[in-house]
C-alpha cells in the first residue's frame, strides 16, 4: 500500500506535460552558440515513445531535452566572446578543474558531459553484452551479477545527486572500478581535484579523504594535487545518473531503487564495449589528447 501510495499517478505525468515550461526560459545567442546539444542515436524514438520499461517521453524530454538545452545555453552564455567559446565541455571541465573563480564553468561543462555520458549508454532495447567485455567483467568483478549488485548498490546508497561510473584502469589491463562522483564531479583523471566522490557535507576539513578532494571551492580547498594520494588512473566506459529530476517524474520519492534495476536492462553494451576497447592501458594520465581522451569532448 505505501509503495502505491509514493509511487506517481498518471494524472502527475498529464499535469506535467500541461504546464511543461519552454526549453530554456534563457535568451538565446543565435550567432555565437558555439556549443549545441548533440543528437543522440535513438532520441527520434524516445521522444514520441521514451525508453521502453524505463523512460517516459515526459521525463526524457525533462531530463534530456530541457535540462540539456539548459546546461548548453548557460554554457554559451558563460563562454560568449572569450577564448573558450569553440572549446568543448571536455577541455573546459579539465582546464577549469583547479580554478574556484571559474566554478560556474566548470559545472556547467562537467553536467552536459556527464549527462551525455550518461544517454549516450542507453538503448531502447536489451542489448547483449560483448564477449570480450564479459570476459573482463568476469575476471575482475567475479561475474556480471556481481558487478550489477555493487554497481546498483553504490548508485542506491547516494545521498544526493551525482553519477556513478564503471571505469578500466588504465595500468592494469581487465581491471575495473565502480567509485561515485557527486554533483558536477568529474570521473577522469585530468580534473582529479573536482572529482568530488564523497559527500562533502559530511566531512570536515580534519577527515582523511585520500584521493577524493571536493575542488577548488570550501574547507578542503587548501591541500588540492593534481594527482592526489592513492589516485587511480582510470577512464570511464558507462554512468548512470542518480539525480532525482532524472528519475522522480517516473518512479515517484521512493522509487530509485526500481530506476536504478530498470537502467540496468536499458544499458547499450555494444556502446560500453567500444568505450571499454578505445582506452589504451599503460598510456599514462597525461595522455587525455589521444584515443579515448578524445571523449572528453565529445559533445560538440
Known amino acids: 500500500m505505501l509503495n502505491r501510495l509514493l509511487r506517481p499517478q498518471s494524472a502527475l505525468r498529464a499535469a506535467s506535460s500541461l504546464t511543461a515550461k519552454p526549453v530554456s526560459a534563457l535568451p538565446r545567442i543565435q550567432s555565437r552558440a558555439i556549443h549545441r546539444v548533440p ?14 520499461d524505463f523512460m517516459s517521453p515526459e521525463a526524457f524530454d525533462f531530463s534530456w531535452t530541457q535540462y540539456q538545452t539548459l546546461l548548453v545555453d548557460k554554457l554559451n552564455l558563460l563562454t560568449q566572446d572569450t577564448i573558450d567559446a569553440d572549446a568543448k565541455p571536455g577541455e573546459l571541465l579539465v582546464k577549469y578543474s583547479r580554478r574556484p573563480e571559474m566554478a560556474s564553468v566548470f559545472n556547467y561543462a562537467s553536467m552536459a558531459h556527464n549527462n551525455h555520458f550518461f544517454f549516450n549508454c542507453l538503448s531502447p532495447r536489451k542489448t547483449e553484452m560483448p564477449e570480450k567485455l564479459e570476459k573482463d567483467i568476469t575476471e575482475t ?10 554497481f546498483l548498490a553504490t548508485a542506491n546508497a547516494m545521498f544526493g ?14 581491471m575495473m572500478h565502480v567509485f561515485c562522483t557527486y554533483n558536477a564531479g568529474s570521473p577522469y583523471p585530468a580534473a582529479h581535484s573536482r572529482r568530488q566522490g564523497v559527500d ?3 566531512h570536515t576539513p580534519d577527515t ?6 571536493a575542488g577548488a571551492m570550501g574547507a578542503h580547498a587548501p591541500n588540492q594535487k593534481s594527482m592526489a594520494p592513492g589516485a587511480i588512473d582510470v577512464q570511464p566506459i558507462l554512468c548512470v545518473n542518480t539525480w532525482e529530476h532524472v528519475w522522480m517524474m517516473d518512479y515517484g520519492i521512493a522509487g530509485k531503487e526500481e530506476y536504478l534495476e530498470r537502467w540496468w536492462d536499458r544499458i547499450n553494451w555494444e556502446v560500453v ?9 599503460n598510456r599514462g594520465v597525461r595522455n587525455n589528447n589521444t584515443a ?7 559533445m560538440s
Open 39 to 52: 543528437t543522440l542515436a535513438y532520441e527520434g524514438e524516445y521522444r514520441s515513445n521514451g525508453i521502453s
Open 141 to 150: 568483478c567475479s561475474s556480471v551479477e556481481s558487478l550489477k549488485l555493487d
Open 161 to 174: 545527486p551525482g553519477f556513478v561510473w564503471l571505469a578500466k584502469n588504465l595500468e592494469r589491463e581487465g
Open 200 to 202: 562533502m557535507a559530511t
Open 208 to 213: 582523511p579523504l585520500g584521493n577524493q578532494y
Open 273 to 281: 564495449a567500444d568505450n571499454y576497447n578505445k582506452i589504451s592501458v
Open 292 to 298: 579515448w581522451g578524445r571523449s572528453l569532448g565529445m
